[in-house]
């Protein structure tokens, strides 16, 4: 049975993207310098600000009301969200930001999508350098465990471009999904377990923690580092997430790619 022609020519613009990664590297790259171009501090700020929101949690909410290890609850917490955050929010505006490269060359729509994970990881990165200081800081005993939390950290990056190009797509021919998107992440930070704690009680807070699926994004770069245990729920549930992100993913480019530069 043959590949549908929409299919093969989705597959192949995501084949040419990844072999272009020099320039969706540099691009990713000037992002970073132009936005921080004419600041004393640059790219700094990004560890100022995840520090400046880490420390106001771990103060201001009590340490999890007695909870163990709150500060790098928080943390890693934190770490994750920034990325998913930026590379949602971001997503939704991609291509309307990217009209002028899009009508004016011929590089394949995947190049854009990977300039946007690249940027967020890149910005996030600072971050982990914050949240390895509040680590260190809290007592936080190192241990081999702490290689899970870097697997939980390499399946998100895997399923980010499968969920940039569904919201990509969303927000270029639903222009309004722009907002939708954008206010979701402001509330999904109080709704998702960041700051907070699930104490195993019924009610509101547990339908949030088990029905949110950033829940589980987060909890498998969590729980390795807080209590040394690999979380294979969570991990298997953010396994079966990715996949079906990327099977969705890969039939809206298949459906509406032809159709993208109509619509900008």
Not at 2 to 21: E, N
Not at 78 to 87: H, N, R
Not at 226 to 245: D, K, Y
Not at 254 to 262: G, K, M, Q, S
Request: aromatic share 14%; net charge positive; hydrophobic share 55%.
């Amino acid at each position: 049975m043959s590949m549908p022609p929409k299919l093969k020519d989705a597959l192949s613009d995501i084949r040419t993207g990844l072999g272009l990664w020099r320039v969706w590297m540099a691009l990713a790259h000037e992002d970073i310098g132009d936005q921080h171009r004419r600041t004393t501090l640059g790219p700094i700020w990004l560890l100022i600000t995840y520090l400046s929101f880490a420390c106001t949690f771990i103060f201001l909410f009590d340490r999890g009301h007695g909870a163990t290890n709150y500060p790098a609850h928080v943390a890693t917490g934190l770490l994750v969200w920034f990325f998913i955050m930026e590379t949602l929010t971001q997503s939704a505006t991609l291509f309307t930001r990217e009209e002028s490269f899009i009508k004016g060359t011929r590089l394949p729509f995947s190049v854009y999508v990977m300039r946007l994970m690249v940027r967020s990881t890149i910005r996030d990165g600072y971050a982990l350098v914050g949240c390895l200081a509040i680590l260190f800081v809290s007592g936080t005993t190192f241990s081999f465990a702490w290689g899970w939390s870097a697997l939980g950290l390499l399946l998100i990056l895997l399923t980010a471009p499968a969920a940039i190009i569904i919201i990509a797509f969303l927000g270029a021919f639903i222009p309004d999904s722009q907002f939708v998107v954008a206010n979701s992440m402001r509330l999904g930070m109080f709704l998702t377990p960041i700051f907070w704690m699930h104490d195993g009680a019924s009610g509101v807070r547990a339908f949030f923690y088990d029905w949110n699926p950033f829940t589980y994004f987060i909890e498998i770069v969590r729980i390795p580092v807080i209590t040394g245990q690999m979380p294979w729920q969570a991990f298997t549930l953010c396994l079966v997430m990715c996949l079906v992100l990327w099977v969705v993913a890969l039939t809206v480019f298949a459906l509406l790619r032809r159709d993208l530069v109509r619509v900008l």
